[in-house]
Nanobody, 124 residues
């Protein structure tokens, strides 16, 4: 497994923004795929946004289209999840993952490496 370290979670107001970071040695080039997932207590972890190697395939959960984007800084070995116009239902523990089994426009599943998770809370 590859080590991934997340940061950037916290409290945001509805309509606000947060940027999550995921640092890892895998992110030295666009070759590495990247996925962001989230989980709330009592529910399964769900894919939020995934991009395959060199951006060949991209998956967006319907609930985040137009609000969340992925970017990467290969020089810093870091990928980011920019979350805008946050809603209370975005509250969850967010995880980054890589070495993903499959990414299509309909689904993203099976990362072999995970970050430790970071809490995002959206509340007024």
């Amino acid at each position: 497994q590859l080590q991934l370290v997340e940061s950037g979670g916290g409290l945001a107001q509805p309509g606000g923004s947060l940027r999550l970071s995921c640092a890892g040695s895998a992110f030295t080039s666009d070759y590495a795929d990247i996925g962001w997932f989230r989980q709330v207590p009592g529910k399964e972890r769900e894919a939020v946004l995934c991009i395959s190697s060199y951006g060949g395939s991209t998956y967006y959960a319907d609930s985040v289209v137009g609000r969340f984007t992925i970017s990467r800084d290969n020089a810093k070995n870091t990928v980011y999840l920019q979350m805008n116009n946050l809603k209370p239902e975005d509250t969850a523990v967010y995880y980054c993952g890589t070495d993903i089994l499959y990414i299509t426009s309909y689904d993203c599943s099976g990362p072999r490496s995970w970050g430790q998770g970071t809490q995002v809370t959206v509340s007024s």
